[in-house]
């Protein structure tokens, strides 16, 4: 099991651009988020999923989009990037609600100049 | 509006001895606490959890306590080894909704010195 794998690992944007954060789970796992860890902060979750098809808004969606085709992915589009968006990206996935427990990726890091 | 608090960014302690890590929560609704580790350029791994009924969880040399009068927990290691060196993170979970969302606290970053 390769468990919750992210691509790319790190990127740089200039302002205005846009990009797919990918993310993948062999887990078999219903639940998926995508949360955003800034520089001395927690991680903030930016949006959810609780299967395929089913999305919804964490805390800080502003500026993000995402869609749940399968299972096993969750990508994460950045449209008009900003530099309030230079930040690393976790995605976490886990088995079902009550667990609780989250499993994470190893994170991408994004700068945007 | 910072639910979840880590009031101290850093802690160093001597392999061997006890760390005791804080946190502390405002939101009555949340009903489970996790705590997370986190190595550099790494994701958080999932290291012990607590329900609210219960107001201690031990495993191996790791034990949280939890304090629900005063909204405080607590995690314990014992003894300290230096692979212990990482940030820990606290986590609180509500269920609202169809999913369980976590709220992180900011982080201590744990330094076990030999």
């Known amino acids: 099991n390769a468990g919750v794998t992210q691509t790319p690992k790190f990127r740089i944007l200039k302002i205005g651009q846009s990009m797919t954060l990918q993310c993948t789970q062999d887990m078999n796992h219903n639940y998926m988020y995508w949360y955003r860890q800034d520089p001395g902060m927690g991680l903030k979750l930016i949006y959810y999923?609780?299967?395929?098809?089913?999305?919804d808004k964490g805390e800080v969606p502003n500026g993000y989009n995402v869609s749940r085709s399968t299972t096993e992915d969750f990508p994460l589009r950045l449209e008009l990037a900003a530099p309030s968006q230079t930040s690393v990206y976790f995605c976490?996935?886990?088995?079902?609600?009550?667990?609780?427990?989250?499993?994470f990726g190893p994170g991408t890091r994004l700068t945007v100049t | 509006d910072q639910q979840v608090k880590q009031n101290s960014p850093s802690l160093s302690v001597q392999e061997g001895r006890i760390s005791i890590l804080n946190c502390d929560y405002t939101?009555?609704?949340?009903?489970?606490f996790l705590w997370y580790k986190k190595y550099p350029a790494e994701g958080p791994t999932f290291l012990i959890s607590?329900?609210?009924?219960?107001d201690k969880n031990e495993d191996g040399r790791f034990t949280v306590f939890l304090n629900k009068s005063a909204k405080h927990l607590s995690l314990h290691i014992v003894p300290s080894q230096p692979g212990d060196s990482a940030v820990y993170f606290c986590a609180a979970s509500a269920i609202t909704g169809t999913a369980s969302k976590l709220t992180f606290g900011t982080g201590t970053r744990l330094q076990v010195t030999l």
């Open positions: 999923s609780v299967g395929a098809g089913i999305t």
């Open positions: 939101n009555s609704m949340f009903d489970y």
């Open positions: 607590i329900s609210s009924i219960k």
């Open positions: 976490a996935s886990s088995k079902r609600t009550v667990t609780y427990e989250q499993y």
